[in-house]
């Protein structure tokens, strides 16, 4: 949008980061490494029994490092690229007579393909041998495997075993194969050539049939001279379909779109046939390791910081998400009735079973909250969608019904106050535990109860009489002479907060807040909060500003976000100060929000999709295009003189016509496909 001689779509160093936790990430849907890195992971793939379990490790035959040979005499140019365009990590090394490049990355259609070209082009004339040399250090072994070596196949190495220890008792070892290409020490551009490509590609699945499978139809590409291409044609689509972008600063922007491609490359390519998902855990696919960003486990994280993006930009991959959900309902039943309960309770670290695989048990039992995130998903998926196949045949009404009885049967009537009490949990704000009536959880069982009810209506199912008259009658923590919401019972004005949690009360918890109680929220427990808290809180803050249409202090926290990137590759971290998991997801969800959210005011409603756009200082436009409706694609710009709403294209001839009404006139204006109606002022 802006002109500007940098481009915010691509990063680049002259050098790495000292700490190789920062390096670029390479990952698909099935598949995730970092460069130069000896473990990749695959998804759904875990070792270790219970708490114990975490993402087996994988030797990775892409930990290969690009160096030009010494004698060259030259002197040598290194550079270090992330191209979000193109999904792909490049290392050049250029001198006077010729350029060596290495390409790295995870195929996007091919998602079980993992691969690296190495070039070297000639750049004066001249027919003398250039060689550069490949650094791996790659050893077959794992300390979550039992790895044995097969024969080659096609030309490529083969590697086969299953993991250690499953995480269930009564579960399976899972299978791991890999085919990759060997690497030679040496490449060498023979006297006469003017450049010259070869292409290393690593397989890997779940059974020798399915490895050689997909190596053939990589082979296939390969010989067509179309192994690059397909995968950078289908980043191509991908951007086409959606993207988000301000007027702005650089750093705004590069954090905007390197937050979105990292996020994006965790999922299918849209229309991929049978994507299955396993879930997306805070650090990525490319962590997750024992020991490492919460061991590859997932937990809230994906249903309330990513998947409100994930929705509106790929509702495809949301519907995978909630399957994920529903195949590990049976997990979540079992962990209810450990706890004593009916219904399902979903763990707040889940893995492969569903079942409680947090390694400290008080997390387990306490943070019930993540119930409410689960069906806050499902919810706005709901609205979005009107995908009633997912509930009616699918298994997303047994969720959304099994955690409404969790709830009934958690909470306790109190006769004194004469209202529902929640006693004993832990709310997003882990520095307090043990506590009763968190707001920011009795607000999601009231959430969850009024939606499972209105979800059994449009269902023609019926609804207990109990949900509904919990909902009304749960307490809801407030203080009429501060005008604020107390975080559970007790609390007081100063006590420390960990991270953002009766804040996201308005957003993204649907809840009517008066505009003087949001502000006081914003404001106490802004001062309360850890400096040194998770990246996603001041996101959140930035959001609720937003929100009372102050400028200057929705940029001032959106930009404390910033200490979370780390350069050169715009990987997030969870803390400010480096610390905690890396490729941190769950921050880049909650800066994404900040700006699909936050900037547009765009809210999923039964009613329709809200929208009530506001500039933070700083920025002068805002341009979302691709955004999701009910089987619309729409693009949505605006800057503070005007506003234009486009619908692009529609799934097919059933799709309703969308109507945008105005406010406070409720002047409708009809949204013809492909064509722009009048620009509104606001």
């Not at 590697?159 to 020490?185: D, F, K, N």
């Not at 933070?616 to 694609?633: L, M, R, T």
Request: glycine share 10%; hydrophobic share 40%.
């Amino acid at each position: 949008m802006e002109d500007t001689s940098e481009d915010p779509t691509i990063f680049t160093a002259r050098s790495l980061p000292s700490d190789p936790r920062f390096l670029a990430t390479v990952t698909n849907a099935y598949l995730g490494t970092r460069v130069y890195h000896d473990t990749l992971h695959v998804s759904g793939v875990y070792n270790g029994a219970r708490g114990d379990t975490h993402r087996a490790v994988l030797p990775s035959p892409l930990n290969v490092r690009l160096e030009a040979s010494e004698g060259t005499g030259e002197q040598l140019t290194k550079t270090f690229v992330l191209d979000t365009n193109t999904g792909s990590f490049l290392h050049t090394v250029e001198g006077p007579s010729f350029r060596a490049a290495q390409c790295i990355y995870a195929h996007r259609t091919l998602p079980h393909v993992l691969a690296f070209s190495v070039s070297i082009t000639r750049l004066t004339v001249g027919s003398w041998p250039i060689t550069v040399l490949l650094w791996s250090d790659f050893s077959p072994h794992s300390p979550d495997l039992e790895l044995h070596l097969g024969p080659d196949f096609q030309g490529a190495r083969y590697l086969y075993g299953h993991t250690l220890t499953p995480e269930q008792p009564e579960g399976l070892q899972q299978e791991v194969h890999m085919l990759w290409t060997p690497v030679s020490p040496a490449l060498t551009l023979g006297e006469g050539e003017e450049d010259r490509t070869w292409e290393f590609l690593t397989v890997v699945g779940g059974s020798q049939a399915e490895v050689q499978v997909c190596l053939a139809e990589a082979l296939q590409l390969q010989a067509r001279g179309a192994l690059y291409s397909a995968h950078t044609q289908a980043w191509a689509q991908l951007w086409a379909a959606c993207g988000l972008d301000v007027e702005g600063p650089m750093p705004l922007r590069q954090a905007l779109r390197g937050a979105l491609y990292y996020l994006l490359s965790a999922l299918p390519q849209p229309g991929a046939p049978g994507a299955l998902c396993h879930g997306l855990s805070p650090g990525g696919l490319s962590n997750g390791s024992r020991e490492e960003c919460y061991w590859g486990h997932v937990f809230w994280d994906q249903d309330l910081w990513m998947f409100p993006n994930i929705l509106m930009f790929h509702p495809e991959a949301a519907r995978t998400l909630l399957e994920y959900r529903i195949r590990t309902l049976s997990g979540a039943l079992d962990n209810a009735r450990n706890l004593g309960y009916q219904g399902a309770k979903f763990a707040w670290e889940s893995a492969g079973s569903g079942l409680e695989v947090c390694p400290e048990d008080i997390y387990g039992t306490q943070e019930i909250h993540i119930n409410g995130a689960v069906v806050l998903a499902f919810q706005l998926y709901y609205h979005t969608t009107q995908d009633l196949q997912l509930f009616r045949e699918a298994g997303g009404w047994d969720v959304v019904r099994a955690v409404a009885e969790f709830w009934c049967s958690r909470v306790e009537w109190s006769p004194g106050e004469e209202k529902y009490h929640l006693r004993g949990v832990m709310p997003p704000d882990e520095y307090h535990a043990g506590v009763n009536n968190s707001v920011y959880t009795n607000i999601l069982v009231q959430n969850s109860l009024r939606f499972a009810a209105l979800l059994a209506q449009d269902l023609g199912r019926p609804v207990p009489n109990q949900w509904l008259v919990v909902a009304d009658k749960i307490k809801v923590p407030f203080d009429p002479k501060r005008h604020f919401h107390p975080e559970f019972d007790g609390y007081q004005p100063g006590e420390e907060v960990k991270q953002a949690d009766v804040v996201l009360l308005g957003y993204p918890v649907p809840f009517p807040v008066s505009p003087h109680v949001r502000r006081n929220n914003l404001e106490i427990y802004e001062a309360a909060t850890c400096p040194q808290g998770p990246a996603m809180t001041w996101s959140m803050f930035a959001v609720g500003w937003m929100e009372l249409k102050d400028p200057q202090r929705a940029w001032g926290l959106l930009e404390r976000s910033f200490a979370n990137i780390t350069e050169p590759f715009k990987v997030w971290t969870e803390n400010a100060d480096g610390s905690g998991a890396v490729n941190f997801l769950t921050g880049m969800g909650g800066f994404l929000q900040a700006a699909l959210f936050g900037f547009t005011g765009f809210r999923i409603t039964r009613g329709g999709l809200t929208f009530d756009p506001m500039c933070p200082a700083e920025v002068s436009g805002v341009c979302v295009s691709g955004i999701f409706y009910q089987g619309n694609k729409l693009d949505f710009c605006f800057s503070r003189g005007s506003v234009a709403v486009e619908v692009t294209a529609q799934a097919g001839p059933g799709v309703p016509l969308l109507e945008a009404e105005l406010w406070p006139s409720q002047a409708r204006l009809p949204l013809p496909p492909g064509r722009q109606p009048p620009q509104t002022h606001p």
